[in-house]
């Protein structure tokens, strides 16, 4: 279909330009709307002794101040996908377990108010004792967050696929290593928005927040307000400023703010602040990955072994503990290894809760597996390029079922590997670097070969329950994606679905599709996607995260203009006097095929059946509205033995890199950077490049820049921009990006995801990189100088002695 | 200069891209929220409070400046001019503008605002930048969704193609406020 080469012209853009875009906090609210202020914990882990609001509520212009006790008397604990004893509210109860914890809620006239007031507010706080790091959390003898768990490593399940032990019992070496992925967000510039009413006569929610899904956390956020899915109304502003996964998270604070308009009974408004954003709204989760391979002494991988603990922080709200499961049947990555035991460990530490950030569990593994693909080589004396090739899944396994039970629907690793390296490009590095080392210059090159899921199955983190508890709870599958095409009276075509915006240009794309489909231009087309849970389509799988719009609701756009289509070709065969299988939809026309003078305009056959449904073929209902519901069955529930399809397609994306150190800053400087891309077929060449440069930029953050820091008290120690490190235009370096496509068959559009690749595959590319220019194992990320400066000091040190 | 008392709300008159508008105000309140909230200019974007992202960037007589670091009554008389100003009354964009459109530099548009506000006091002044130039005044704004190329690209076209930049020059004004 329509890969776009020339210069597009996003439909979003013009209003985003000229100061048009609708976001949360541009709405108007209702007349007698309040602001609320959140007070939060400045202790990492403290019992609440006691709260004093009565200044507070005497202040003018205060009409509440809400504690933890008040939303325990009003609401439910959140649900969670774990089953543990542990409980969780949208404030603390008894106790705070992370700085930035919300402990109290004042609503008052106006937010200045509201923070004015806060500082009236007494909180008296008994001090514990923290745990931050999160090996060290799973000792016995620590402080426990949720005593009645009786641990803080709440969740450990094993699993085995293939014959691991054998495998290392023949093989030529062992190489083990570990690896420790950092904590750091994303950082959207706008922050968490709602706006929560309620109506007492019929104990309804109505809020506005800038949610992006998935709406599983629907029915969540519903039971906490102790209210059945209809009465909880929520609704996505049209335009959102980025998520990245963060704005997730936000649901806790519908939550409270819906219960601060219940007790207040006037509409309640927050907008959170960057720095509240950055000390408490969300966090990927760090991992401490120890990874071993059974390798022959060619480099070939036999097995491995991953035992992967994951610090979610204080609690592990759902959908969590998704990152350590949204890649578990695509472990083995872009090779081909038919044994490997997984241990996946989830332990709370008093940080900040971790959830959804773009990657999704892709960096974290990556950077595990693509560190020990380099240290094979290191070992054994071999090229890193070669030890990758030699483990590539051949193309002629496609499809090919992975061992933890991904199936990978196509692709050509070795061919888009060779183009890459092809070119001259390969040449290149390995002259610049022997240049740079004739110097004295630390100059290295990394390599990075990852596989990139989209579309998640929604059963995939039920793999975390035994079989047993899975067939006592029912399966859970697959993933829904829906679109609606609409006809307006005069004939014109408006789109709705199911996903949320934040900048991925999904007007753009679904106009595309929908008009490619129905013979129009995609300026005919007008598509509407504030999402509206009392209106709209929407199944526990929408919004817009896991990459699934191109595998999925695009493919649900497609389907259901080619349901508009086939109706209005049987309306137009009865107006044109032939057959349907004669009419074709073109230049905004509906004609015969075999006579194309034989016409009608699109808009005449379009309104029909508005104006006149008596012309409809015997039987059709009117085609008005045609809603289309894409669930590709290849999303099982888990397996039996736990192998489990975690996505719908996956994409394969190779980097590598050359990387200088300089020698007086420590400074890591990225010289060269080629990205190859397979993401199937590319819906529209510009926004696919958008999105892998923006997600490269992310990973290029992660890997040298930004990470959320405690201290060992647990105190929080980057709490503006002036700390928490985002890269500005003077630190991204330039990419190029390279495209190979090997379709899907398994969507109609054959296109996978492809935007969240580079967070995965570029702080482990990097990492090689450094590696190599240092001759080192240890790299911890992100590789600021002062680390880079510690390693160096080290390696010096264990040199002399 | 005219004396306010903290506690008590003021009334502060300005121009806003060509009209002049007055409302009430705390001294205490950021010319952001009195933008935004009080005049409804919406298209004016907070990302930090603090003065680092720059989104909230806006031209009080002619300078960029930081919305988000200025109080409402600092702007009382001033011109200010803000993202709604670029674009003709018709919608047609101009010359900046429709660069970020051709080049996709924008993808969730929340930090664009303040980057074209930037640049439309910089290239008044600088008509013809080099790339440096250019990075050196972007390295001021924070954008999660682009990684800045194709910022940087649309910039370079808007400089070396457009007019109105030089017109901005050579007048210091807009063309809608004649």
């Known amino acids: 279909m329509m890969a776009q080469q020339t210069k597009i012209r996003r439909k979003e853009d013009a209003s985003l330009l000229s100061g048009r875009g609708r976001y949360a906090d541009d709405l108007p609210v209702p007349v007698g709307t309040l602001y609320a202020h959140v007070i939060r914990s ?41 089953k543990t004893p542990v409980q969780q509210w949208s404030l603390a109860v008894e106790r705070v377990r992370y700085v930035g914890e919300p402990v109290a809620l004042v609503v008052a006239e106006s937010r200045y108010v509201a923070e004015d007031a806060a500082e009236l507010v007494q909180i008296e706080y008994a001090p514990l004792p923290a745990v931050i790091d999160p090996v060290a959390a799973c000792a016995k003898s620590v402080p426990l967050l949720h005593p009645q768990a009786g641990t803080n490593e709440v969740s450990v399940r094993e699993f085995r696929y293939g014959d691991t032990n054998a495998a290392f019992s023949r093989a030529d070496r062992r190489i083990a290593m570990t690896t420790t992925f950092p904590r ?13 009413q309620h109506n007492a006569a019929e104990n309804g929610y109505d809020v506005t927040a800038n949610f992006q899904g998935p709406f599983s956390m629907h029915p969540v956020m519903a039971r906490a307000l ?74 070939r991988v036999l097995a491995l072994r991953l035992d992967q603990l994951e610090d979610y922080g204080a609690f592990l709200r759902a959908p969590m503990p998704g990152p350590l499961y949204r890649m578990h049947g695509a472990v083995t990555g872009a090779y081909d290894i038919a044994n490997v035991d997984v241990i996946n460990r989830v332990v709370l530490t008093n940080k900040m809760p971790a959830s959804l950030i773009r990657g999704f569990g892709g960096p974290q593994l990556y950077l595990a597996l693509e560190r020990l693909m380099h240290q094979i080589a290191v070992e054994l004396d071999l090229d890193p390029l070669e030890v990758i090739r030699r483990n590539l899944v051949a193309a002629q396994k496609f499809p090919y079922r992975a061992a ?5 629907d196509s692709g050509d690793y070795l061919r888009a590997v060779d183009i890459a390296t092809g070119g001259g490009r ?58 609606t095409v609409n006809i307006d ?19 753009t794309v679904l106009a595309e599709i929908v008009a490619d489909a129905l013979g129009l231009r995609p300026d005919d087309v007008e598509v509407v996607l504030e999402l509206d849970t009392a209106k709209d389509q929407w199944s526990i799988a929408a919004g817009t995260y896991s990459s699934r719009f191109a595998s999925g609701t695009a493919v649900a756009a497609h389907m259901a203009a080619a349901q508009m289509r086939e109706k209005l070709k049987a309306i137009a065969a009865k107006q044109l006097n032939v057959l349907p299988d004669d009419v074709e939809l073109a230049g905004g026309k509906i004609r015969s095929r075999s006579n194309p003078d034989n016409a009608l305009p699109f808009g005449r056959v379009a309104a029909t059946s508005h104006w006149s449904p008596v012309l409809l073929p015997e039987s059709m209902a009117p085609a008005l509205s045609e809603t289309a519901a894409w669930t590709p069955p290849e999303l099982e529930p888990p397996s039996r033995d736990d192998r489990i399809n975690t996505s719908l397609t996956y994409g394969f994306v190779f980097d590598m890199c050359g990387v200088e150190i300089d020698p007086v800053s420590y400074q890591v400087r990225v010289d060269r950077y080629v990205s190859m891309h397979d993401a199937g077929r590319i819906l529209n060449a510009t926004i696919a490049d958008g999105q892998i440069r923006g997600s490269f930029a992310q990973g290029v953050a992660a890997a040298l820049y930004e990470e959320f820091t405690y201290n060992e008290e647990g105190a929080f120690l980057t709490g503006t921009f002036a700390d928490y490190l985002v890269p500005t235009v003077s630190e991204i370096p330039e990419v190029e990006i390279l495209h190979y496509e090997s379709p899907s068959p398994l969507t109609p559009l054959g296109a996978k995801g492809l935007a969240e690749g580079n967070c995965m595959s570029t702080p482990a590319c990097i990492a090689n990189a450094i590696a190599d220019a240092l001759g080192i194992a240890d790299v911890t990320l992100p590789a600021t100088p002062r680390r880079i400066h510690a390693l160096l000091e080290r390696a010096g040190e264990a040199g002399e002695r | 200069m005219r004396a306010v008392k903290g506690d008590q709300k003021t009334r502060i008159a300005l121009t806003l891209n060509g009209r002049k508008l007055a409302a009430e105000a705390e001294p205490r309140l950021l010319l952001s929220d009195f933008l935004r909230h009080g005049l409804g200019a919406t298209g004016t974007h907070v990302g930090c409070e603090h003065g680092v992202c720059g989104a909230c960037t806006v031209l009080v007589d002619g300078v960029a400046v930081r919305s988000c670091l200025t109080l409402a009554v600092q702007a009382e008389g001033r011109e200010v001019r803000t993202v709604e100003s670029l674009a003709a009354p018709d919608g047609a964009l101009n010359p900046l503008q429709a660069a970020f459109r051709d080049h996709h530099a924008l993808q969730c548009g929340f930090c664009t605002p303040g980057i074209l506000m930037s640049f439309t006091d910089f290239l008044s002044r600088t008509p013809h930048p080099s790339e440096a130039q250019i990075r050196e005044v972007l390295s001021g704004h924070l954008c999660r969704c682009t990684g800045y190329a194709n910022i940087v690209a649309a910039i370079k076209e808007a400089a070396s193609s457009s007019p109105a930049s030089r017109s901005d020059a050579e007048e210091g004004d807009h063309p809608e406020r004649a």
């Open chain 1, 404 to 408: 933890a039970g991904a199936l990978y």
């Open chain 1, 426 to 483: 390969l040449d290149e590095l390995k002259r610049r670097r022997a240049a740079a080392r004739a110097q004295g210059r630390a100059y290295g090159i990394g390599f990075a070969a990852i596989v990139e899921p989209a579309m998640s199955n929604m059963g995939y983190l039920s793999t975390l329950m035994s079989k047993e508890a899975r067939e006592k709870a029912g399966p859970k599958s697959g993933a829904v994606s829906m679109a």
């Open chain 1, 184 to 196: 750091l967000s994303f950082t959207p510039i706008e922050c968490y928005v709602v706006v929560a």
């Open chain 1, 42 to 82: 400045p202790h990492a882990h403290a019992d609440i002794v006691r709260i004093d609001a009565r200044r507070a509520l005497a202040h003018d212009g205060v009409w509440t101040v809400l504690t933890g006790e008040d939303v325990r008397k009003l609401s439910d604990p959140f649900l969670a996908a774990v």
């Open chain 1, 489 to 507: 009276p005069l004939g014109a075509v408006t789109v709705t679905a199911d996903v949320t915006v934040q900048g991925q240009s999904h007007e």
């Open chain 1, 226 to 299: 102790r209210v059945p899915g209809p009465k909880l109304r929520l609704r996505i502003p049209p335009d959102s400023g980025g998520s990245f996964g963060i704005k997730l998270s936000v649901f806790p604070y519908i939550v409270l703010m819906a219960l601060a308009a219940r007790v207040t009974g006037r509409p309640v408004k927050w907008v959170e602040d960057r720095i509240e954003h950055l000390v408490a709204a969300s966090s990927g989760p760090n991992r401490v990955t120890q990874i071993e391979t059974a390798v022959t002494n060619d480099g």
